[in-house]
């Protein structure tokens, strides 16, 4: 199934003096929207999602359906270690208007591939809504490996799997071997994933200047991969400062610059360095001219 495409943006969760801010969170997914992305993610990991307990969670996910109505596809972050939590947050979002949930492996525990699948089938079992599996090694501490992918994607409750092993085999086995749809989870691998084949990305990067992640987008879908690079050599550098210190730290910092949100994280998120805070407001100088 290929019904998950395009740029997806992972939310921050601004806050005020310890507070989620929720006029802040709606003001800024209204923004991405107006500038054309494709979906939403509320509570990922960029959206400090451990941080939150489960009625800022879901008061999180409330203000953003109600800000961007039916103009965006939204998908949930759920997950845990416990399979049984992670069920019941299923079933709490079962009347939500949602794409689906974004759903990693379970961190920590280290689960074997059996213990994998019968976790993603145990969670599928308890909701109508779509599952976009989340592939993230150096966090959960388990890679879903391709039989185990291939296993699920015969339920067709699960639908896409974002993919960050940073392991481009297993990606082009991915793509080529899977039904599901394959988002790119690594932001500097949006081009060769979208060249390889994959659907899109969700892509935190995409907080700022999103018309360019969009434009690249666009590009490779209709072939034009000359300006598709040259787009891209421009995002690089965004890019990579993003992902310069601990994600979300320098997103925040980025868009506390422009107005959006305030540079705010919750324990044991720190704010950026200054050296950091310097390259970065630099390179978003130099991308203020840009049109494409």
């Known amino acids: 199934m290929k019904s998950m495409q ?84 299923a079933r709490r979002y079962c009347d939500y208007n949602l794409a689906g949930f974004l759903l990693p492996a379970p961190a920590y525990v280290r689960p074997s591939q059996e213990g994998l699948l019968r976790h993603f089938e145990a969670v599928a079992q308890n909701t109508d809504h779509d599952i976009v599996l989340y592939n993230i090694p150096y966090r959960t501490g388990v890679n879903i490996e391709l039989p185990t992918l291939q296993a699920l994607a015969a339920n067709p409750r699960f639908v896409a799997i974002k993919e960050c092993s940073g392991d481009t085999n297993q990606l082009i086995n991915f793509i080529n071997e899977t039904s599901l749809a394959v988002l790119g989870g690594d932001d500097a691998m949006i081009l060769p994933t979208l060249c390889l084949g994959g659907t899109g990305a969700i892509a935190a990067a995409a907080h700022i200047r999103p018309d360019l992640f969009v434009a690249l987008y666009d590009r490779v879908q209709r072939g034009n991969l000359a300006e598709a690079r040259k787009i891209n050599q421009l995002l690089l550098p965004l890019i990579r400062i993003l992902f310069s210190e601990p994600n979300p730290a320098p997103v925040k910092a980025a868009l506390s610059r422009e107005g959006w949100v305030e540079d705010e994280l919750r324990l044991p998120m720190t704010s950026v360095s200054e050296v950091c805070r310097n390259r970065l407001a630099q390179i978003m100088e130099n991308l203020e001219g840009v049109r494409v």
């Open 6 to 89: 395009g740029i997806w943006v992972p939310l921050v969760t601004p806050f005020h003096q310890g507070q989620v801010d929720l006029d802040a969170a709606q003001r800024l997914a209204a923004h991405l929207v107006e500038k054309g992305v494709h979906g939403l993610v509320v509570c990922g990991t960029t959206g400090e999602a451990c941080a939150l307990d489960e009625d800022e969670q879901q008061a999180m996910l409330g203000a953003v359906l109600a800000a961007v109505g039916g103009d965006c596809p939204v998908l949930m972050g759920i997950g845990g270690s416990d399979t049984q939590s992670v069920v019941a947050q």
